[in-house]
């Protein structure tokens, strides 16, 4: 799916070492690189075995999380996805002011904007922890690798 | 060919009374101004838009938002802007937030109803 010429660092291509607690992917957020982790999320995630819609859903949390750093968490952060037995939990932090709210609820239809934090708690069926400080809001999603994703 | 730098492709078809926009690859924060920017100067041109999505792969809240904000632009202009054929996780993610009933045809899938002025 990817064939840009940076792939030098995907995970994907050096079949990561799974190890107890290892951290699979560790990155750098900035506005330029958000469709570039999603990739490399969603090939990491893939590795170890996510697939079909759970892996879809995680990736897509991430992104959100992601791409929330970017649009309201003063623009940079760090990335940090590992596994721990059969959960994989990714944790994006941020240096922006915070929030003083919790998850927003989901908008009426008809008006843009303030999806992404609900898309993301409401796709992992509510595995999304923030903490929030005036130095930067860390958020946390987390799924379970199941051995056959037919049981939902 | 998707790559870094293009994870979305876009053509449009303009027909006498409406434009069919067809929308590929994936749909993100990153390229949001931009199809903010064609649906947009699509709706100037014609008021009644079909966004073909079938061969889009991702979206996110962002671009997701677009959509949205075309949809009330284009009732605006005294037309209407339908998302057609979503699939895979782009109709997931329209479902879930519940925007489809919004933003889907009144009628089925490939037509297109203008609304009367």
């Known amino acids: ?152 | 060919m998707i790559s870094h730098d293009e994870p979305w492709q876009w053509h449009a078809e303009t027909h006498a009374d409406r434009t069919v926009v067809s929308l590929a690859g994936e749909l993100d924060v990153s390229s949001a101004d931009e199809l903010r920017g064609l649906l947009s100067d699509t709706i100037r041109a014609t008021a009644v838009v079909a966004v073909d999505l079938s061969a889009l792969t991702f979206i996110d809240s962002t671009a997701l938002s677009v959509l949205i904000w075309a949809h009330q632009e284009a009732a605006h202009a005294g037309g209407s802007l339908t998302v057609h054929n979503p699939t895979g996780h782009v109709r997931r993610v329209l479902d879930v937030t519940g925007v489809l009933p919004l933003l889907g045809p009144d009628d089925e899938p490939g037509t297109v109803r203008a609304v009367a002025p």
């Open chain 1, 1 to 152: 799916m990817v064939d840009g010429t940076d792939a030098d660092e995907d995970a994907s291509s050096t079949s990561p070492a799974i190890t107890y607690g290892d951290p699979l992917l560790t990155a750098r957020i900035t506005a330029d690189r958000v469709t570039e982790l999603r990739h490399k999320v969603a090939a990491v995630a893939a590795a170890v075995g996510l697939t079909g819609t759970k892996l879809e859903d995680f990736v897509l949390a991430v992104h959100e999380l992601v791409a929330n750093v970017v649009r309201h968490g003063g623009g940079f952060g760090e990335l940090l996805l590992h596994r721990y037995q059969d959960r994989v939990t990714c944790r994006v932090s941020d240096h922006g002011r915070g929030m003083n709210t919790a998850v927003p609820e989901l908008p009426r239809p008809d008006r843009p904007g303030n999806r992404g934090l609900w898309l993301a708690q409401h796709l992992l069926a509510s595995d999304l922890v923030l903490h929030s400080t005036p130095h930067g809001l860390t958020a946390t999603v987390s799924i379970t690798i199941t051995p056959s994703e037919a049981a939902k």
